[in-house]
């Protein structure tokens, strides 16, 4: 989804990886229009069959509430459906982190920096190259 507005965008790639691995990208505000088509974005990756999700939300600099809420649940119910931890954020905004740390939803979600590291603690096997980070030793 692209908005001429404001440049926010939301998409998703499947990686070669085991376990099927989507990466979920955000850029721009993530509001309540955004917020919605984020949640699209996550059924249909759901449809895809993939066992661990990645959102990298570090070109994110504002998500609202909805934004927030919605990674929170997709977050605690794909883990459940997993049995493990199946979700990681990567950079997400420090006001964001605030909230969800005030509301006592940091514990449900994962959080890294970097996809490298994201992908490590979520026991996904996948060439770094496919991460489009330089991956550093």
């Known amino acids: ?37 984020l949640r699209d974005t996550l059924d249909h990756v759901e449809s895809k069959e993939v066992r661990r999700v990645l959102l990298d939300m ?11 809420g919605i990674i929170v649940g997709y977050s605690k119910t794909k883990n ?23 509301l006592g939803f940091s514990s449900y979600i994962l959080q890294f920096q970097d996809l490298t590291t994201a992908v490590e603690a979520l026991g996904i096997e996948v060439d770094s190259k496919y991460l489009g980070e330089e991956h550093s030793e």
């Open 80 to 102: 459940e459906q997993e049995g493990c931890e199946a979700v990681a954020v990567v950079g997400l905004a420090r006001s964001a982190q605030n909230i969800m740390h005030t």
């Open 58 to 68: 570090r070109e994110v600099p504002y998500m609202s509430s909805s934004g927030i």
């Open 1 to 37: 989804m692209e908005n001429e507005e404001d440049q926010s965008s939301i998409g998703f790639r499947l990686l070669d990886s085991k376990p099927r691995t989507a990466i979920v990208t955000a850029k721009g505000l993530v509001q309540s229009p955004e917020a919605k088509y």
